[in-house]
């Protein structure tokens, strides 16, 4: 079943106040407003001056602009299905970063608002969402992405209209690799960079016989395709490879065929609220003790909650609210401050992107002083971000070529010695980016030429 | 590879899916009515059952003596207290259903639809999005050995528990006079009314017994499946394929459809793991193409 706002708009001032976003018209001012009246009497009156002015959209945005028009920025995350609970905590994130900029004054002197609808983590539903988005709701940019499906649906449509999108979640190589777009920029780790960071050193630890269990879908098939490769090019062996169909909620046959070949590691690319049902059931089976279990990346709601049994293996992130990093209590803080009462009560890997990522762009944004698609893009490409800035262990920057942010990669595993609630990953190793890049995204990436990049400005 | 030890699992989940079918088959026998309510009512157990469990931090001395008790006694509790409150949600539900009654199929169904998102939504304001998980018994926790495989313990209790309650359910209807009522009015609910029963009440327990065995099963998948607010979304499709699959009406086409759909599903978790999920829609589409009543299609709850 779906949220109440399934389907549906949903547009709030950023404000803080509500982190679910306050429901207010779709419509900036109403026809009672007099400087609205004003235009409308004057393009009355200069009917046959329409073709001086240019087509309706020209006239309409140069109205919108005389006016300060919010901008509007179109939230993409899921509020339903296999990914909605990080979806809710991604969107609490770029909430956050949109607050911080209302209370200065919004950006380029225009208050943000936002529009969210749910993308059910459905490919189709996000392609109609991103569509309705641009052409109705004026969305100046789109931000959200937690199955790499959805995200790329999302950004095909924003690449029709040269909407600029943040993909800020979703984790398949192919996102910065063979499904770029000059305007999506990808935000998360992504499956080859967290395989990269951590193959090597589990073959030497736990073996060379390995099983790969693959949710069904683009982000489980491609992270499984490097960690394939990568196993076979450091001496290991894939000794089979276990397709898990999206939604599964009875991993029991899996885990009987898992007896029977006895790999030495598994090595899992399942999310979402599957990753939470397999864990149970490894658990009740006793298997994370008979053989080394491996998540290519660990969303912090897929985890939180869980008892410390349930936390096993190794697994991946590109952050971690106990890192002892500059301005990460600050931070930590600050959700708890604005967003108080939560069920998640400190913030994860999911909630820092949405952050980090709305954050830069409106930086960019504010830096190129245009909402100008082209310009704005000129600004994020190649865009160097400190370590401090990003509360990252090493500086990151976003790629060029691929569009992907090139960053920290953890390694972690359960606290058995939590120094307060909530303390319960262990980070065992952090990764330069450079060590860790994808390093076939740029090949495979091809970005769309600037000038065959519509122009798009609200 | 051995088949043996997937052929067992297979049966194992058929079990599993009969439990979760049980209160649907009974609503739509007796009431002809589709709840599509069902799986929230399902994830609305498992939610209250965990509240019996883990009532708070309350500092009342019958709260703290309740807490003292052991989780053991305490998933017992769970399991008569939540479905009883459920039930009781359920008869709100019947209540509201009854305009519904003789007009389009299709106003029940949208009721109980919007129940769901209804019920859904609440649990979510409630308790949150998060994971939440069932403290579970000593007893039926960990796993045990069988020849050189590992089995869990909770799958096996949860396996005999829903052979028990197909049993009891069976024998209720079959056995006693009020299974002889709720059958009678699932024939001929004109002649029941004739023959001086309140065929409001029936149906209004039959809603709530239907409900109530959705919360049973919600308790007990629960640390199987866990416990998340869209839970009942995984719990309602496939009730509603076995019904189907094994006759609408048919108590013992249901289980039947149930361990079919059971079987399927292991087997191709184990030999086709991606059509895992798929197979029993597969399944489906095969037996309604040759036969659109469903396995037995033409019993009722008389026939049982």
């Known amino acids: ?458 | 590879m051995s088949l043996v030890p997937h052929l067992v699992n297979g049966v194992a989940l058929g079990l599993l899916f009969a439990l979760i079918a049980l209160g649907f088959m009974l609503i739509v026998s007796v009431m002809e009515t589709i709840n599509l309510a069902h799986g929230s009512f399902f994830a609305l157990g498992m939610y209250i059952a965990l509240v019996v469990m883990s009532p708070g931090d309350g500092a009342s001395a019958l709260l703290s003596e309740y807490r003292s008790l052991t989780v053991g006694w305490r998933y017992a509790i769970a399991l008569i207290v939540a479905p009883a409150i459920v039930g009781g949600f359920g008869m709100l539900l019947e209540v509201a259903l009854r305009r519904t009654y003789g007009r389009d199929a299709l106003y029940g169904l949208l009721l109980t639809f919007g129940a769901a998102l209804v019920i859904e939504e609440g649990i979510r304001a409630v308790f949150g999005s998060t994971e939440k998980q069932l403290p579970l018994p000593d007893a039926v926790s960990g796993a045990f050995m069988l020849g050189d495989l590992v089995y869990s313990k909770y799958r096996l209790f949860a396996c005999v528990f829903a052979a028990v309650a197909i049993a009891l359910l069976w024998l209720f209807l079959q056995k006693t006079p009020y299974g002889s009522i709720i059958k009678a009015g699932a024939h001929d609910s004109e002649m029941v009314r004739a023959l001086g029963i309140n065929l409001a009440r029936l149906r209004l327990f039959v809603f709530a017994l239907g409900v109530g065995l959705a919360a049973i099963a919600g308790i007990v998948m629960s640390p199987i499946w866990g416990i998340r607010p869209h839970v009942g979304v995984d719990a309602v499709v496939p009730a509603f394929l076995i019904i189907v699959l094994g006759g609408v009406g048919s108590f013992w086409g249901a289980v039947l459809a149930a361990l079919l759909v059971g079987l399927f599903v292991g087997l191709s978790g184990a030999y086709a793991s991606e059509w895992s999920l798929l197979s029993m829609y597969l399944l489906f589409i095969a037996v309604v193409t040759f036969r659109s009543r469903g396995l037995f299609g033409k019993k009722s709850v008389l026939d049982v």
């Open chain 1, 1 to 458: 079943m779906t949220q109440a706002a399934k389907g549906d708009g949903e547009r709030a001032v950023a404000n803080g106040d509500d982190p679910r976003g306050r429901a207010c018209s779709d419509k900036p001012s109403s026809p009672r407003d007099p400087a609205r009246r004003t235009l409308l009497g004057a393009v009355a009156v200069g009917l046959g001056g329409a073709t001086f002015f240019g087509p309706w959209k020209t006239n309409h945005v140069w109205a919108q602009a005389a006016q300060k028009k919010p901008l509007v920025i179109g939230l993409t995350m899921d509020a339903s299905g296999q990914y909605a609970a990080s979806g809710g905590e991604e969107r609490l994130g770029a909430m956050m970063a949109i607050k911080e900029f209302n209370d200065k004054g919004g950006v380029l002197g225009r208050r943000i608002e936002t529009l969210h609808m749910d993308t059910e983590t459905t490919p189709a539903t996000g392609s109609r969402v991103a569509e309705r988005m641009i052409t109705r709701n004026e969305a100046a940019f789109l931000i959200g992405g937690l199955h790499s499906g959805v995200a790329n649906a999302i950004s095909q449509v924003a690449q029709k209209y040269g909407c600029v999108y943040f993909n800020t979640n979703s984790s398949s190589p192919t996102e910065s690799g063979k499904d770029c777009h000059r305007v999506k920029f990808v935000w998360d780790g992504n499956g080859t960079n967290f395989a990269e960071a951590i193959v090597k050193n589990a073959i030497k630890s736990s073996g060379k016989n390995w099983i790969l269990l693959t949710n069904d879908y683009v982000w489980g098939h491609n992270t499984s395709k490097a960690t394939r490769t990568l196993v076979e090019a450091n001496g290991g062996k894939i000794v089979d490879e276990l397709m898990i169909p999206q939604n599964t909620r009875d991993f029991s046959s899996y885990l009987i065929k898992l007896q029977q070949i006895k790999p030495e590691v598994v090595a899992a690319a399942v999310g979402g609220d599957d990753i939470k049902a397999l864990r149970q059931q490894v658990v009740q089976l006793g298997l994370q003790k008979r053989m080394a279990w491996i998540n290519n990346q660990q969303d912090w709601p897929d985890v939180y909650g869980l008892g410390p049994e349930q936390i096993f293996g190794v697994f991946g992130t590109n952050w971690y609210w106990m890192l002892d990093l500059p301005g990460v209590k600050e931070f930590v803080a600050t959700y708890q401050k604005v967003y108080p009462g939560m069920a998640i009560q400190v913030p994860g890997n999911v909630y820092y992107n949405g952050y980090v990522a709305t954050r830069e762009l409106l930086r960019c944004v504010e830096e190129a002083g245009t909402t100008a698609n082209i310009a704005v893009i000129k600004k994020l490409e190649g865009r160097k971000m400190s370590a401090r800035d990003r509360m990252q262990t090493y500086d990151a920057w976003i790629d060029a070529a691929t569009h992907q942010c090139q960053q920290t990669i953890y390694m972690a595993t359960y606290n058995d010695q939590p120094k307060v609630k909530d303390d319960i990953f262990k980070i065992l190793t952090q990764s330069e980016p450079k060590d860790v890049m994808d390093a076939d995204a740029p090949k495979a990436c091809k970005l769309e030429t600037y000038e065959a990049t519509p122009t798009y400005e609200t």
